[in-house]
């Protein structure tokens, strides 16, 4: 029997977690009912994918060209610094870190509340034991319309960033975001020919302009895409083999980079039962999955009570509050978060394919007061304790969503303003998770 009923958010708040979406403020769950019934006990796997000399798919080899190739000046293949496979680095990494509502911001790069990233944050992550960032950025609204050529100065300011994490011996993780949607919620087969031919141009331009990092860095090829069906699951794959086959054509380091491909809405459940087969590709063993977790949505990002269901103030064995039981939580705590956990550890990380678990984050409620505010971040803390231990326990590798900006509602735990740890319990929380106090 597969999972119905799950809550997860697809379009998140800039003031909290803008996980996919441009900065909404309304929370729009994925279901009207709030009770998950039981994770199916079945096996599913994913394929891995094939190795061949010209990896490609009928669905991109006859689009149109409707953008200049930026394809320019490909490389011979090299493997200098590249000797890590997929698997060898999901092992050097047990906790990454997202700068969140911060380069993918719509209207530039502090539009959304926080500062310009410096080797100070970079060095404050570093310091407080993650040892991987991962970067959402934007780009269509810094590329021509007709060209889809991006602007240089934009391609510049993210190799900067980049190079912040790589000199404090960061791995890293480059995305193209919601990026105002266009590719996030266009998965579908009259939208296909279009953003397989942005696809191709926007990463034919990344991966060259980041092609000299060594194996610390990877690419992403979306973020969230917005699947539901079989047939747009045929269409994400064709946009995933277009990432793949553009960053691979531009070769030197690209040609053994690691690639990161995600699920469907990186939905777990979705996942599960949508997604068979991986991204052919000319190497092997060099792509990973992607999968988000903000379960149960009542407690991660409800920000009102509903007629359907109430916010879950509190959240896992020990932390139900006696006074205020109708926000005790209903569903969604310890068990529930292993069994998923444990579908992803079958369908990838079984056949050799690790998974990222590109975010994850419950908001602070710093509306509460007194007991229930005690605890609420209490239980905040075990949640985040609890989902990391367990994703590091199933070989899913966790990065926490910070959105940074110091407001009510928020899951930020660095204050950017001055570099300083703003919410240590939390990320003492994340620590502990992580073996690491």
């Known amino acids: 029997m597969k999972i119905i009923n799950r809550l997860l958010l697809s379009c998140c708040l800039v003031s909290l977690i803008n996980c996919g979406g441009g900065g909404s403020d309304s929370a729009t769950a994925q279901s009207s009912s709030a009770t998950p019934s039981s994770v199916s006990s079945s096996s599913s796997s994913v394929a891995p994918p094939s190795s061949s000399s010209a990896a490609s798919s009928s669905s991109t080899a006859a689009v149109e060209e409707l953008y200049p190739s930026y394809n320019t000046n490909p490389l011979p293949a090299d493997s200098t610094g590249m000797s890590s496979n997929a698997v060898d680095i999901a092992s050097k990494i047990s906790l990454g870190w997202n700068i969140g509502n911060t380069l993918e911001a719509i ?10 990233v410096t080797n100070e944050l970079i060095q404050l992550v570093k310091s407080n034991g993650f040892e991987a960032v991962r970067i959402p950025v934007s780009w269509d609204q810094y590329a021509n319309q007709e060209t889809a050529e991006i602007n240089s100065a934009w391609l510049d300011r993210v190799k900067d960033v980049v190079q912040l994490c790589v000199d404090n011996d960061i791995y890293v993780i480059v995305n193209i975001h919601w ?15 279009a953003n397989v031919a942005k696809q191709k141009a926007f990463w034919e331009q990344i991966a060259t302009h980041l092609r000299e990092f060594d194996e610390r860095v990877m690419f992403a ?10 047939e747009q699951m045929d269409v994400l794959l064709a946009y995933h083999q277009t990432f793949v086959d553009a960053v691979r054509a531009t070769g030197g380091r690209n040609a053994y980079r690691v690639l990161i491909v995600q699920g469907p809405a990186t939905d777990i459940e979705k996942t599960h039962e949508l997604w068979s087969d991986m991204p052919d590709d000319t190497v092997a063993d060099r792509l990973m999955a992607e999968v988000h977790f903000y379960t149960p949505y009542n407690f991660t990002l409800m920000r009102e009570d509903e007629s359907w269901g109430n916010q879950f103030y509190y959240w896992g064995e020990g932390f139900h509050s006696l006074t205020d039981t109708e926000h005790n939580p209903t569903w969604g705590e310890e068990p529930f978060v292993t069994e998923l956990f444990e579908l992803m550890q079958q369908q990838f990380i079984a056949q050799g ?9 419950a908001m602070r409620r ?15 803390a075990h949640y985040l304790k609890y989902v990391t231990q367990e994703a590091l326990d199933k070989g899913l590798i966790p990065f926490y969503w910070d959105s940074g900006a110091l407001n009510n509602l928020g899951s930020g735990i660095f204050n950017r ?17 992580a073996g690491k106090q």
């Open 107 to 116: 209207g530039g790069e502090t539009a959304w509340g926080n500062p310009m």
């Open 366 to 380: 710093d509306n509460l007061t007194g007991e229930a505010l005690e605890l609420h971040l209490a239980s905040r």
């Open 417 to 433: 303003q001055d570099n300083t740890v703003f919410d240590q319990q939390a990320l003492d929380g994340l620590l502990q998770g």
């Open 353 to 361: 394919i690790p998974v990222i678990l590109g975010e994850f984050a």
């Open 179 to 193: 990026d105002g949607g266009w590719l996030e919620n266009n998965v579908t087969p009259n939208k296909q020919a």
């Open 221 to 230: 090829g979306a973020n969230e895409p917005n699947v539901d069906t079989a």
